[in-house]
């Protein structure tokens, strides 16, 4: 059965207009800690493309350009890719990096192109995750590795006193995003449903700095953060 995705369609609208009123780094430094473990991954299968999809406004980019030589920013914002493109730069990393106005449903990306994606922050935001992950997985070249996330139903998100539950797991946060929250059953699951199975899954735990008009004070989060490697 067809999801209704209209709510996504909406929610891009929602972000570009987050990066507008928020710092010029809306989410803080550093970049996440999976990053640089995923740049590790993608740099020892000699990754030559690494698509990070969402890039947001590029905290993730200069620990994922590590891990292979060419560095494509994916994003629907653009007010976000116009503060990673400066990001970009700051380091040095624009001569070898591109930012592209990119959907996970329909990037346009011929298939088996690309050697590893970093989708952080994504998943859990949609409706159909898994239309999601059958596109990451089409772009993917063989033996390639897709590294994301999920959140838990113990990331701070759910305790934040402005997010309403609409259903078991899924909630409505204070900017009107949709957030869904995952059991580790809950992903395999998922990802059984569109023919995939985890290589690797980890529980994860870190914090965060305040992110300047979306979540203003430090924060914990929690994930299952999974790697899906493409058959060869």
Known sequence: MAVDTARD??????WNDAYVNGAENLWGDPPVPHAEKA???FASTRAFTVLDLPCGDGRNLPALAAGAPVLIGGDPSANARSV???VLE???LDTRSVLLELDAYATGIPAGIIDGIFCWDLL???TDPGRALVELYRILRPGGRL???MWTMRDCQVADPNIREIAPKEYI???DFYCRFYDRDDLDTLLAAVDMTAETVE???WTEPPHTGYRDYVHDHESWVFTIRKAS
Request: positive net charge; aromatic residues 4%.
């Open 90 to 92: 700051r380091h040095a």
């Open 84 to 86: 990673a493109r400066r």
């Open 39 to 41: 740049a590790h991954l």
């Open 203 to 205: 529980l994860a735990h």
């Open 124 to 126: 859990g935001h949609l």
């Open 173 to 175: 946060d204070h900017f």
């Open 9 to 14: 369609e909406s929610a891009k609208r929602l």
């Open 147 to 149: 590294v994301a996330n």
